[in-house]
Structures are given as structure tokens and as C-alpha cells.
């Protein structure tokens, strides 16, 4: 399995980013997509993930009302759009999937529920 993050960079704040996440390497119906991210000197937290199958997404509270994750189902690509971009979201954003799925009545939100990670691509905030 291979999940490939790009689209990170250096924004101002109030900017919006566009994240993607090219996923290969089997069939992702089933799973969850998540995108996280980790701040220098900060456990890694979860930005958001859809059910892949649905398109069905959750986001953290954090980021809710400013991030948006879809998903090209014939192109196994998932995005994620964060707008009104702060500081303090300067992270690298990694994408991993779960194969944990629990038909949108939760989601699996533990780093330990994700099986397979991308590399990250670092996302840099300027006041």
C-alpha cells in the first residue's frame, strides 16, 4: 500500500491549501482516509477522514467549519481544502487509511486505528 501526500507549502494566514493523498496498492472500499497532522513538539492529531465507500466525513473540532476532505473515487485520491488557514496549523499533514469502518455512526479517530501512512508533506503558516 502506498499513500502519496503532496500540495503542502508556505501560505499567509487566511490562505487556503489544497492537500491531496494518491492511494494505491489494494481497494479502499471498507476503509476510513484520514488526514493528520503533527506540529514540531506535538503529538500527532487527526485533522479529519471520510468512509471511502460513502464519501461520509468527520472533522476535529480544531478544524471543523475550515476544512473540507473529498475523495476522486475512480482516481483513489483523497483531498483535503482547509480554508481561513491559521498559524497554528502549520503541521505536516500525513494521509492513512483504516480499516476500520463503522457505517458513519463513528469514526476511527486513534492513530493506533490506522494501519498504512503516507510520507507528509509540511504545510507552513505565516502570520
Known sequence: VQLQASGGGIVQAGDSLRLSC???????????????????GKERELVGCMVWSSGKAYYEAAVEGRATITRYYNKNTILLVMNNLKPEDTAVY??????????????????????????????????
Request: one cysteine or more; hydrophobic letters at 25%.
Open 22 to 40: 494518491a492511494a494505491s496498492g489494494r481497494s479502499f472500499v471498507g476503509y476510513t482516509m484520514g488526514w493528520w497532522r503533527q506540529s514540531p
Open 94 to 127: 500525513y494521509c492513512a487509511s483504516s480499516p476500520l469502518f463503522y457505517g458513519g455512526t463513528r469514526y476511527p479517530t486513534k492513530r493506533s486505528e490506522y494501519t498504512d501512512w503516507g510520507q507528509g508533506t509540511l504545510v507552513t503558516v505565516s502570520s
